[in-house]
Nanobody, 115 residues
Framework: QVQLVESGGGLVQPGGSLRLSCAAS????????MAWYRQPPGKQREYVTHIMSNGYTNYAESVKGRFTISRDNAENTMYLQMNSLKPEDTAVYYC?????????WGQGTQVTVSS
């Protein structure tokens, strides 16, 4: 079983930066794909970005060029570096991990972009 814990959310001004972390524990060596999703206020959860075990990454158009996903396999931690933040990036951010047997979600971390 894999467990995920996110951290790093908070309040930031437009144009600012934040880095989110997602620490995996348990059978983390079996993780094939890790991803970030977000749920803006009053909206459905949406895809942000993902990284495969081979390092392949993909981004939603809305964050391309501003967000960077990375993964430290030695630390079993995934990161999301968010730059040039906009008010529309305000959301609860969730990390997700897929193994051959399960799809696991973290508890979420709030990101608020406001002046």
């Amino acid at each position: 079983q894999v467990q995920l814990v996110e951290s790093g959310g908070g309040l930031v001004q437009p144009g600012g930066s934040l880095r989110l972390s997602c620490a995996a524990s348990g059978s983390s060596s079996s993780i094939l794909r890790m991803a970030w999703y977000r749920q803006p206020p009053g909206k459905q959860r949406e895809y942000v970005t993902h990284i495969m075990s081979n390092g392949y990454t993909n981004y939603a158009e809305s964050v391309k060029g501003r967000f960077t996903i990375s993964r430290d396999n030695a630390e079993n931690t995934m990161y999301l570096q968010m730059n040039s933040l906009k008010p529309e990036d305000t959301a609860v951010y969730y990390c997700n991990a897929n193994t051959p047997k399960q799809s696991v979600w973290g508890q979420g971390t709030q990101v608020t972009v406001s002046s």
